[in-house]
């Protein structure tokens, strides 16, 4: 008997998905997450994980695991202490930035810490012109004489990145090799082998994020695997990428800053795949955790890839999944501020969590409102594993209450009121604001608050369908079982879409796949499990930012050309409302996907036996009803006594270990083949 293992780590608990190979069953589980290190909690997870299904560490046979250690790092502001060598007159660049303000109209609005102190940021003389020939030759021995000043002051890793340096790598080139004769046990890297393109900013932050992180990151790998193998897992582990396929453990030491959204992005290959046994491939995912809410679009089952994002103020040319995150949790503080009730982005986090976890925390949260109002069960959680405290919860919504001259129900329905307007904002940021109507989409509801926040946010944006998956506090880490090991790369060159691009486009897609194919040997895919897609980032001349444009298949031809440039219109025409035939169109980046097919968990469809859900039925309890203004009792079901076909008309609440979901009165959810819960508008 095999197991495939999937753990997602989170903020406030770490979720495990079993699937075993033999007989397709799935379990679940989850531990407190442990935030001083997070490979305890994993651990912990796998052991109690494989101990409950009757089996030792020693029969997994895939694991993969998806972290927020990178993302918190950033957010934390704990990377490594790190110094920079770049271009004489450069150094200021990474403050200098794009001049950009996050928020026009904020005048006080504080710019990201420099994670380079000025006193370690260095300039060598060196310079190459635009097309990559040498102006200035690099002064190697003003090179030297930088890294053995950052020696000195004992950084624990060094970032280089020289003017147009991925145009001409040669200058880097030596720098690596210096590098590692002058500072052998510094994490070192160079920018054309982090962020190989234009725009010289992005490029430096990128390879800045990058060596800040890999310290953090490589101890982290090292302690978890460290722990695995004492456990007895002998697996090859693999780690989640923010574009949603996974790597092994030495290159995501090698390329953190491709793992900042490491633990979303399986959330969003999760929910494709059960949107796509539903028959659902329009999808809005909602992920909501005990920490943030994290939000994405699938159309037609496809999550747009970006392949620059800001995260947390820094700015990332890496390829990762179109996701946006707002601080909506479960563990989000209520407070105060000009006499507003406002919700998030503080959040409780796992220690000392909400109010009624009786760990310390004295200021109200998501959970303790959701608690007192009768929505989450007032006894415990996790079915029966952890112990709340409806007592202590009311207590600190009444001083909440108190402070805002209400009663405690009106402040409690108040703080769900104003995180779910925090939630819809996010959603319309990626569905709205980029030409799609969130009407014509199903919401996918996961994460531990997701099912039961999901009705009231589908109602604020019109949302018709909302689909539970069966095991929604855990589809992340059911998301690792569902994805390929996947690579990016890329290549900048400013071409006009003309005929002369024909030839350079062809040699920048061969040097791609070149580099593709020796990722492929590297991790050892077989060539029949191979797949390249290739994209190109167009623009219009005289635009600073592009449009990603699918390359077809087969050799670059004139027709090549033609295809691509309707592409570019119709993406255009989609986000921007028009296309113009008469501007000339440059071709900016091109792009290699490689993914190496894997085996993945499969899932078989239950027979709908009926409708009558009575069966699952656990007893009632109050629940505050806001469009009456009063309590109601409300029926109880165990998930795990639902069956395929069974039918629930609201108002109901579906409890189950790792979730729970709520249906308001006017929808009705029904259980289909695959054990999902669709909720619709009755």
């Known amino acids: ?276 046994l539903a028959g659902f491939p329009d999808l809005i995912t909602f992920d909501m955790g005990g920490t943030s809410t994290d939000v994405s679009l699938l159309s037609g089952g496809v999550c747009r890839l970006s392949g620059e994002a800001t995260v947390h103020g820094y700015p990332i040319k890496a390829p990762m999944l179109d996701i946006h995150t707002v601080g909506a949790g479960g563990g989000s503080i209520a407070h105060i501020d000009g006499g507003l009730l406002k919700v998030g982005p503080a959040s409780a986090g796992a220690h000392p969590g909400p109010v009624c976890y009786d760990l310390g925390n004295m200021e109200p949260t998501v959970t303790d409102a959701n608690l007192v109002l009768g929505l989450l069960n007032p006894e415990y959680l996790l079915g029966g594993r952890m112990k709340v ?112 691009a024909l030839l350079p486009m062809t040699d920048a897609f061969q040097e791609l796949a070149a580099r593709a194919a020796a990722w492929f040997d590297n991790e050892h895919v077989t060539r029949e499990n191979r797949r390249i897609a290739r994209t190109v980032d167009m623009r219009y001349a005289g635009q600073n930012y592009e449009l990603s444009v699918p390359l077809p298949d087969g050799e670059i031809h004139l027709g090549t050309l033609t295809a691509l440039a309707e592409g570019f219109a119709a993406t255009h025409r989609r986000l921007y409302g028009f296309a113009s035939d008469d501007e000339p169109v440059q071709l900016v980046t091109f792009r290699v996907e490689a993914a190496g097919v894997v085996p993945k968990a499969t899932f078989t469809p239950r027979p709908l036996t009926g409708t009558d859900a009575a069966g699952a039925l656990t007893g009632h309890r109050p629940v505050w009803m806001a469009e009456s203004g009063t309590f109601a009792e409300c029926p109880i079901y165990d998930r795990d006594q639902l069956e395929a076909g069974d039918r629930i008309d609201g108002p109901a609440i579906i409890e189950q270990m790792d979730a729970t979901t709520f249906v308001p009165g006017g929808m009705t959810a029904r259980v289909d083949a695959w054990l999902n819960i669709v909720m619709e508008t009755a």
């Open 1 to 276: 008997m095999a197991w495939r293992v999937g753990v997602d780590s989170g903020g406030t608990f770490t979720d495990v998905c079993l699937f075993d190979d033999e007989t397709g069953g799935v379990e679940v589980w989850k531990v407190g997450s442990t935030p001083d290190d997070p490979s305890r909690g994993i651990a912990a997870g796998v052991a109690e994980g494989m101990a409950r299904v009757g089996a030792t560490p020693s029969a997994i046979g895939y694991f993969a695991h998806g972290t927020t250690v990178s993302t918190n790092a950033l957010i934390q502001n704990r990377g490594a202490r790190t110094g920079l060598i770049t271009t004489d007159g450069f150094r200021d660049l990474l403050e200098i930035g794009r001049q950009k303000r996050p928020d026009l109209y904020d005048l006080m609005v504080d710019k990201p810490v420099p994670l380079v102190a000025r006193d370690l940021r260095l300039e060598v003389p060196e310079r190459l012109r635009h097309d990559g020939s040498v102006e200035i030759p690099l002064d190697e021995a003003a090179f030297r004489a930088a890294v053995r000043q950052l020696r000195a002051a004992r950084v624990q890793s060094v970032a280089v990145c020289f003017l147009y340096g991925f145009i001409n790598t040669a200058h880097e080139d030596i720098a690596a090799r210096i590098l590692i004769e002058e500072f052998p046990e510094a994490f070192t890297c160079v920018s054309h082998d982090i962020a190989p393109e234009f725009r010289e900013f992005e490029r430096l932050s990128t390879t800045v994020v990058n060596a800040w992180l890999g310290p953090v990151m490589r101890g982290y790998i090292q302690r978890l695997g460290e722990r695995l193998r004492d456990l007895g897992v002998r697996a090859t582990p693999h780690l989640t990428q923010s574009n949603g396929g996974v790597i092994g453990f030495d290159q995501a030491a090698l390329l953190p800053v491709r793992t900042v959204l490491s633990g979303p992005s399986t959330g969003v290959v999760g929910a494709r795949e059960v949107g796509r």
């Open 389 to 500: 405290h409806h007592d202590l919860a009311r207590h600190a919504i009444e001083r909440l209450a108190l402070a805002l001259g209400l009663d405690a129900m009106t402040a409690a329905q108040g703080i769900l009121a104003v995180v779910t307007a925090n939630m819809a904002r996010a959603i319309r940021v990626i569905s709205v604001q980029r030409g799609y109507d969130p009407r014509d989409y199903t919401l996918i509801a996961f994460g531990g608050a997701g099912p039961l926040h999901a009705a009231r946010l589908a109602k604020e944006l019109e949302i018709g369908r909302v689909l539970v998956p069966r095991n929604p506090g855990i589809l992340c880490a059911m998301g690792l079982l569902l994805t390929d090991l996947r690579a990016d790369f890329a290549v900048t060159r400013l071409l006009a879409l003309s005929e002369s």
